[in-house]
């Protein structure tokens, strides 16, 4: 199980909720369970590293948070990378908003002199939510028809930007876009 940190976009209630719906179906199917063992929640990463200074994290989320409105998204696709972890996710549509904001995040980590891996480069960056992991290559055919059921696209807010600590995921803390509010756990 690997270990690290990401920065994380939540999302509104009902949109989550539709996300779980698919991660629920998927164990119910003895397809994945991956994501509910460890007690991850549907979610965006914006960024992930294995070592970071947490305080200097908190200073950049809790600006940036405050400089923005909760974010319109839209999970039109299904997808899968091309590796071995068997990864299966929704895809949001790429608007130039969800970009943006992941560009001026990394403009704000840059000004704070954190490194920002090759794969996290704005013109590298992916965004992806996942529903299912280390799915059984022959069960990725079913999984991918479980997904189709699912009447996309599914349209929501992304609404939270935390830090959480990984395996199992555990929040660090939590801020709402364009509010001053925290949320410490």
Not at 110 to 131: H, L, M, T
Request: charged residues 20%; hydrophobic residues 40%; glycine residues 4%.
């Amino acid at each position: 199980m690997s270990q690290g940190y990401a920065i994380e976009l939540y999302f509104d209630p009902a949109l989550e909720n539709q996300i779980l719906r698919a991660w629920n179906v998927l164990a119910r199917r003895q397809i994945s369970t991956q994501l509910i063992e460890i007690e991850s929640r549907p979610h965006i990463t914006l960024f992930a590293s294995p070592f970071i200074e947490i305080a200097k994290f908190e200073n950049v989320l809790r600006n940036f948070a405050t400089k923005q409105e909760p974010l319109s998204l839209c999970f039109s696709s299904i997808g899968s990378f091309p590796n071995d972890n068997n990864v299966l996710f929704l895809g949001p549509t790429p608007t130039l908003s969800l970009l943006q904001f992941h560009s001026q995040l990394c403009d704000a980590m840059k000004k704070e002199g954190i490194e920002i891996g090759e794969e996290q480069r704005p013109d590298n960056w992916i965004p992806y939510c996942s529903v299912a992991e280390e799915v059984p290559r022959t069960r990725l055919a079913e999984a991918f028809t479980v997904l189709r059921d699912l009447k996309l696209p599914v349209s929501g807010y992304a609404t939270d930007i935390s830090l959480v600590e990984y395996q199992p995921v555990r929040e660090i803390f939590s801020f709402t876009l364009g509010t001053h509010q925290i949320t410490e756990f």
